[in-house]
Nanobody
């Protein structure tokens, strides 16, 4: 059974850092695109960062230079290092996997990912 489990969220002050992890089970994730999305209260879910099977990465403009997505194929794990956090980064963060090779380029769209984690909350205070 395919399962994605996020961890690492929490509360930090502006300027701080957090590292999100996503453990993947039930599939070999080395050959799929994976991504991080986030959803703030009252807003639509948005793509934050993506990484394809070849290791190429893409970022939303709002996080470029501050966030880094990475993947450890041996551990079937996905990570998001978040530095210089801002209050506007406050959201529920979700890990997603595209096992159907649907994502063509960049982070991809929400509908192109077929497996999702339950989310981990990130709260940044000013």
């Amino acid at each position: 059974q395919v399962q994605l489990v996020e961890s690492g969220g929490g509360s930090v002050q502006a300027g701080g850092s957090l590292r999100l992890s996503c453990a993947a089970f039930g599939h070999t994730y080395s050959s799929v695109s994976m991504g991080w999305f986030r959803q703030a209260p009252g807003k639509e879910r948005e793509g934050v960062a993506g990484i394809d099977s070849g290791g190429s990465t893409s970022y939303a403009d709002s996080v470029k230079g501050r966030f880094t997505i990475s993947k450890d194929n041996a551990k079937n794990s996905l990570y998001l290092q978040m530095n210089s956090l801002k209050p506007e980064d406050t959201a529920m963060y979700y890990c997603a996997a595209d096992t159907g090779s649907t994502v063509v380029a960049g982070i991809g769209h929400e509908y192109e990912y077929n497996y999702w984690g339950q989310g981990t909350q990130v709260t940044v205070s000013s």
